[in-house]
Structure formats: C-alpha cells, structure tokens
C-alpha cells in the first residue's frame, strides 16, 4: 500500500466513524463501538446497512422499541417519557 492510500484509509476511518458513531447514537447505541468498527474501510458499508435495519433502543432500559413506541416515545416495559407528554394537556 501505497502512501496516499494509507492516508486515504486513515481519513475515511475518521470520516466514516464519526457519521457511522453519530447514527448508532441516535439509535441509543455505543458510538465509540460502532464508529470504530464501521469506519474501518471495508467494513463500512456493511455495518452501515445492519445498523440501518437494526431497531432503537430505549435509552432507559435497553431494550429494543418498536416502530410504534418510538414514535409514541413510550417504552412500554419502563414507560420512558410517557408521563411529561401526557401532562401537558
Ligand atoms: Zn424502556
């Protein structure tokens, strides 16, 4: 491997992890694990693609949110965030 490749794989490491360790942390997911694993080049596109089809979890108690509960922001094993939202009306 040549120079400017060793380069290039080490940029898009960075590039690639962050935006790969901002995704798995929006899902509530660990962005350090994610990004290191996702930004290592060959890697990239496949991890990206599990993580998309991979479901939220809830920040509280871990345990993976429907589509509906997501959208509800109601968990229901913890009942995370369901409470401030109803009392406002
Ligand atoms: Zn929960």
């Given at each position: 491997m040549n120079m400017f490749g060793i380069i290039f794989n080490l940029f898009w490491w960075i590039i690639a992890g962050i935006l790969i360790g901002?995704?798995?942390?929006?899902?509530n997911r660990n962005s350090y694990v994610w990004g290191f694993i996702g930004g290592f080049p060959?890697?990239?596109i496949?991890?990206?693609?599990?993580?998309?089809f991979m479901p939220y979890l809830c920040p509280k108690c871990h345990r993976p949110l429907k589509d509906q509960e997501r959208k509800d922001k109601n968990c229901s094993?913890?009942?995370?965030l369901s409470n401030s939202e109803n009392q406002t009306s």
């Open positions: 901002m995704f798995a942390g929006r899902k060959p890697a990239t496949i991890v990206l693609l599990i993580l998309a094993v913890c009942g995370l």
